[in-house]
C-alpha cells in the first residue's frame, strides 16, 4: 500500500441497531457534515473527514460498479438504497445498509448529497456478500479498469434479472426484511 494508506486489517465493526450513521456532501461527494455515530464508528475525527471526498472510507473490496450504481442514480436525482462496506481509519471494515438522496435547490438543482446509513440485517449480507466477491473478482481479472467495470456493470444487471428483479433497488428491500 502506498505511503497514507492503511491496509484492511480483517477484523469487522458494528454499531447499534438503534443509530443511524449520518453524512452530508456537496456534489462532487466531498463531505460537508457527519454526524456523532459516523464518527464514533470510522474513527476519524471531524477535521479529517470536512472537505474529503466520501470514498475515504471506501473499503478495497467493494466492487466498483456498486459505486457507478450509486452515482448514476443519486446523481440523475434518485435515491438508492445499498449495501456497502466501509473501511474504518485504522482498515475495521463495517457493512451498512445506506439510503442515498440528493438535496436540491429552489430549482431542483442538485446541491448535495445525504445519507442515512444502518446495520445491515445478516441474512441480507448472506446473499449480497457472496455477489460483491463475484463482482470484485470480475473487475479485477480484467487490466484494463474500463473493461472491468463494464464486465461487473454486466453482471451486476444480469444477476438483479436472474434473481426476477428489473433494479437492484427492488432486489435489495426482498432479501432485506423490515423492522
Not at 462532487?28 to 473527514?49: A, I, M, W
Not at 460498479?65 to 445499498?82: M, N, Q, R, Y
Request: charged share 25%.
Amino acid at each position: 500500500m502506498g505511503e497514507g494508506k492503511v491496509a484492511p486489517s480483517g477484523r469487522e465493526r458494528s454499531f447499534s441497531t438503534d443509530e443511524l450513521i449520518v453524512s452530508k456532501t456537496d456534489p462532487k461527494g466531498r463531505l460537508t457534515y457527519v454526524n456523532d455515530v459516523f464518527l464514533k464508528v470510522s474513527g476519524f475525527t471531524e477535521p479529517e473527514l470536512t472537505g474529503q471526498a466520501h470514498s475515504i472510507i471506501r473499503h478495497p473490496e467493494m466492487p466498483r460498479c456498486i459505486f457507478k450504481l450509486l452515482w448514476d442514480t443519486i446523481s440523475s436525482g434518485k435515491e438508492l438504497f445499498a449495501y456497502v462496506n466501509n473501511m474504518a481509519k485504522n482498515g475495521d471494515n463495517y457493512w451498512v445498509f445506506a439510503h442515498v438522496t440528493p438535496n436540491f435547490d429552489a430549482n431542483h438543482q442538485i446541491i448535495g448529497y445525504h445519507s442515512n446509513r444502518r446495520v445491515p440485517e445478516p441474512d441480507a449480507l448472506g446473499v449480497v456478500k457472496p455477489l460483491y466477491a463475484k463482482l470484485l473478482a470480475e473487475e479485477s481479472r480484467h487490466q484494463d479498469r474500463k473493461a472491468g467495470l463494464d464486465a461487473s456493470w454486466a453482471m451486476l444487471q444480469k444477476a438483479v434479472a436472474d434473481a426476477g428483479f428489473d433494479s437492484y433497488d427492488r432486489m435489495v428491500f426482498a432479501i432485506t426484511p423490515e423492522r
